[in-house]
């Protein structure tokens, strides 16, 4: 069963503006991650947030976490038409660190129009 | 450093033909997983290993089997492919976790590029 949900399912936008993504999970987490896949290719790490923090920033990617309502987001800022990818959130499944094992959501595909 | 590399990159299969998808991982990660990606469902673990020698059962396992020989090679095989089985497979590695570094969460996995299989 999905354990993260992403929304909206797909978002499309011109470059310069910025795109937001939203997750939401059922189980309590330590961790959460942000992924991205560009068409054609695996999964490419973007950022982990842990449980205790509320906020984390890389580069033009900010991701909050709000366990209170099991949801995260991300933003990308300044978006370009590199970014055009599908991104995914990945939590661990109930219970901890299983082995190293996550959960994906379905993905939310972004198109940047240049 | 290749990272995470998946032979084949594309196959088609009749129905009822084997196959197996080799993954192999340059990073000396202890866990390997295979998922299958089908749209609309996102990313579902078919199987997992934590070590050579060993695999376990993911969300899907059926249909699928797995073996773990050599640390750094992960096999996915089809015995008797369906058309349900149609679908594009990629397989992950990621560090075994101490239980220090489990609590710090660091189970990041590093994906290969995919294998796109088609069962007639």
């Known amino acids: 069963s999905q354990q993260g949900e992403e929304d909206p399912q797909a978002l499309s936008i011109q470059e310069g503006e910025n795109a937001t993504m939203n997750c939401s999970y059922k189980t309590s987490i330590n961790n959460l991650q942000w992924y991205r896949q560009n068409s054609g290719r695996g999964l490419v790490h973007l950022i982990l947030?842990?449980?205790?923090?509320r906020e984390k920033h890389s580069g033009r990617l900010r991701v909050t976490l709000d366990t209170s309502k099991k949801s995260s987001s991300l933003l990308i800022t300044a978006s370009r038409a590199a970014d055009t990818a599908s991104y995914f959130c990945?939590?661990?499944?109930?219970?901890?660190?299983?082995?190293?094992?996550?959960?994906f959501g379905q993905g939310t595909i972004l198109t940047v129009h240049p | 450093n290749a990272g995470v590399t998946q032979t084949p990159k594309f196959r088609v299969l009749k129905t009822g033909q084997s196959m197996t998808l080799l993954c192999a991982q340059d990073?000396?990660?202890?866990?390997m997983y295979w998922y299958r990606q089908d749209p609309g469902m996102g990313l579902r673990l078919i199987h997992y290993?934590?070590?050579?020698?060993?695999?376990a059962k993911g969300e899907v396992p059926d249909g699928y089997n797995v073996s773990r020989l050599k640390k750094q090679n992960f096999l996915l095989g089809l015995e008797s492919a369906a058309p349900s089985q149609t679908s594009v497979y990629f397989c992950?590695?990621?560090?075994?976790?101490?239980?220090?570094?489990?609590?710090?969460?660091?189970?990041?996995?590093?994906f290969g590029a995919g294998t796109r299989l088609s069962v007639l």
């Open positions: 990073m000396n990660h202890e866990y």
């Open positions: 947030i842990r449980s205790n923090e």
């Open positions: 990945a939590t661990p499944p109930p219970g901890g660190t299983s082995y190293g094992k996550l959960t």
């Open positions: 992950a590695s990621s560090y075994q976790l101490g239980q220090a570094a489990r609590r710090l969460a660091k189970n990041i996995q590093y």
């Open positions: 290993s934590v070590g050579e020698g060993t695999t």
